[in-house]
């Protein structure tokens, strides 16, 4: 017996493993249109701010080559571009088509294409790139959609260069003063607003769902240095909803 489960979850509901990435991907089909105008109304503009920090913390030099897996519509992908030319590349990646297409329309929107980004349209958990070919790795908000985590990150440790280093930014569990009104926030007035705003109750109530199935701070940094990682570290946001995750391939 290989000793694997042959479910997983889905928010709060067991599926089989094998239906999970569809039904992820159904999700963020559904949300894709107005996705850009959820975070922002989700978030009250807040989700800017920890996108910046994680870009400053990944100290980009020109010339960098970097992956953004799950990078939806783009947003850590035209903030580090910039920052890696001249002779740098962002290749922004994700496991959903609609999602990857409306990441390239707002950057062509920006002014943001050409030589320096590229697209992938990829499972985090079987990347086809090759071994040792980038600088930085960042994921952000995605993570917690993928069904194997430990063969995301050991992916994500293949694809680094010795140097590089890797930068989770996903939800995390907040401070416990903040715990009870965070909570309230999610499963009430979240997919109220998905309902309102983008006809779709069910897709953010899932999404608040993962959030709280997704491994804790000390958790995913044990995750990290299991597949490899060194020097692991995170860094709390906004009283522990978000934490950016950081590990070095040596």
């Known amino acids: 017996m290989s000793g694997q ?3 997983t979850h889905f928010g709060f509901s067991e ?6 990435a ?7 089909d559904s949300v894709a249109g107005r996705y850009d105008l959820m975070n922002d109304l989700m978030s009250l503009g807040i989700h800017r701010v920890w996108k910046r920090f994680t870009v400053e913390k990944a100290a980009l030099k020109p010339g960098m080559q970097v992956l953004d897996l799950a990078g939806g519509t783009g947003d850590l992908a035209a903030l580090m571009a910039p920052r890696v030319q001249p002779g740098g590349r962002v290749v922004l990646s994700d496991i959903n088509e609609a999602m990857l297409r409306r990441g390239r329309e707002r950057l062509l929107d920006r002014g943001i294409a050409g030589e ?5 349209l990829a499972d985090a958990e079987t990347l086809p790139l090759e071994d040792a070919s980038f600088d930085v ?3 952000a908000f995605g993570l917690r959609n993928v069904t194997r985590k430990e063969a995301a990150l050991a992916e994500m440790f293949r694809v680094l260069r010795p140097g590089g280093q890797l930068m989770i930014l996903e939800f995390s569990r907040p401070a416990a003063p903040i715990a009870p009104a965070y909570d309230l926030y999610s499963f009430r007035v979240l997919p109220a607003i998905g309902k309102l705003v983008a006809g779709d109750d069910a897709s953010y109530r899932y999404l608040a ?3 709280r199935m997704h491994p ?14 060194e020097d692991c570290r995170y860094h709390n946001l906004t009283g522990g909803i978000v934490a ?3 590990g070095w391939k040596y």
Not at 116 to 120: H, M, R, S, T, V
Request: glycine share 4%.
């Open 5 to 7: 489960k042959d479910t």
């Open 15 to 20: 599926v089989p493993v094998s239906e999970k």
């Open 22 to 28: 569809q039904r992820v991907r159904g999700v963020f």
């Open 116 to 120: 320096c980004i590229e697209y992938c």
């Open 137 to 139: 790795v960042t994921i």
């Open 209 to 211: 769902e993962s959030i």
């Open 216 to 229: 804790d701070q000390e958790t995913l940094r044990a995750m990290m240095a299991a597949e490899g990682f």
């Open 244 to 246: 950016l995750h950081r």
